[in-house]
Structure formats: C-alpha cells, structure tokens
C-alpha cells in the first residue's frame, strides 16, 4: 500500500462484509483498493471483490465494538443478529429466509473464505483454518457447517447451534441426534477443524468441540 485510503475508500472498506470481506463499490473504488493491496478480485465468476489482510486490518482498527466475552458450551445463548451477511449459527431469532438466494449467498461467502486461506495460509493451503476463522471462531465454524448443507436450529430443538466456549480456540456444535452430530463433525474434520465429542457434565447433553487445526 502506498498511501492510506481515502474517505470514500474507508466507507467502502467499512462496508465490508463482516464475515468474509466481500466489497461492493463502483469498478473504480474496487480497482483503487486493489491497486493498494487492500482488496482483491475473485478469479471465478461472479468475479466479486474481497478484502485482503491488509484490508481487513484497517477496517478492524476502526471498530469500536469490544470483543464479546464468551459463552459457556452449558449454557448455549444465541449471538444477536447483525446487518450484512452472517452465517447461520443456529437459534437466531431472526433468521434470513431460507432459499436459492440464501444458499447462493452461503456458497459466495464459503467460496471467498477459501481465497482468504488461500492468500493468508503461508503455504497458500485451503484444507485448513486461516487467521482470520481463529479470530472468529463462530462465524468460521457455522459457515462451513451451513456451506455443507446442514440445517441450523430454529424455534424448535432439531438443527445445529454453534456456541462460544471458555477454552481457547473452540466452538461447541449442539445437534440432538447422534447421526447429525457424527455429520457435523464429518463436515468439520473436512474443513480442516479437529472435532471430539463430550458431554456436558451437569445434563449429559452431548455436542462437538472442534477447534481449527494448524497443520
């Protein structure tokens, strides 16, 4: 980057997607923060714009929000919903409405979560968690599940919720079957996260622990 953004390129940062970076902007404002190693441009169709590291970076150092303290796996509360896109993590109660357009929104951001890894992996890997999942454990482990096809929580008990723990760099998944929760895990371990199964100690609820792997 030679010189900072301008006013008009930080409102377009700003505006990014907070979960995979997507940006949206006249071809001139994406072109510009491309040029300056902020954004870059998906090699397949529909060719969006995403943010880049450096990108991300800027647009964190101006978020005022302090970061939420997390949740006990025994106690599950569902994270409010936010505007722009945010992956399904189950027992929301307001849910984006479920369709071809919710699911071709799902895939972009899956797919621009994969370029991320891409870039930032050292090795340019995409089978494992980069960066940026680890700073948002979360919305890096509901996207993949909701990505794979499998079906969040509702007002009812079946569906997955994807919770913050205690422990450092884990998410609890809570489904009531133990084929679904054999599936996420499946889908986990696929998208390069290391999934065991325990139960909570008070209830015997069972559910996943999956943290992102490093190698």
């Known amino acids: 980057m030679t010189r900072p953004p301008t006013a008009a390129q930080r409102r377009v940062i700003d505006a990014a997607d907070p979960v ?80 071809p357009a919710r699911v071709r929104e799902v895939h972009s951001a899956w797919q621009g979560l994969l370029e991320l890894r891409r870039m930032t992996n050292r090795d340019g890997a995409t089978d494992r968690p980069c960066g940026w999942e680890r700073t948002h454990l979360v919305q890096a482990a509901a996207l993949a599940l909701e990505a794979a096809g499998h079906r969040p929580a509702g007002a009812g008990p079946e569906g997955y919720r994807v919770r913050a723990t205690p422990q450092p760099e884990a998410v609890a998944v809570y489904e009531p079957t133990e084929e679904a929760r054999r599936a996420c895990a499946a889908t986990l371990e696929r998208a390069g996260w290391q999934v065991g199964e325990y139960a909570e100690p008070r209830t015997g609820r069972r559910y996943l622990l999956a943290s992102p792997r490093r190698a």
Do not use: C, M, W, Y
Not at 29 to 41: D, E, I, T
């Open 20 to 99: 995979t970076g997507r940006l949206r902007g006249t071809e001139a404002q994406l072109a510009a923060l491309v040029k300056q190693g902020l954004a870059f441009r998906h090699p397949r169709p529909p060719h969006d714009h995403f943010l880049t590291p450096a990108g991300h970076r800027i647009r964190e150092a101006e978020e005022a929000a302090s970061p939420a303290s997390p949740t006990s796996p025994a106690e599950p509360e569902a994270p409010a919903a936010g505007g722009g896109f945010a992956a399904r993590v189950g027992g929301e109660e307001e849910a984006p409405q479920a369709g």
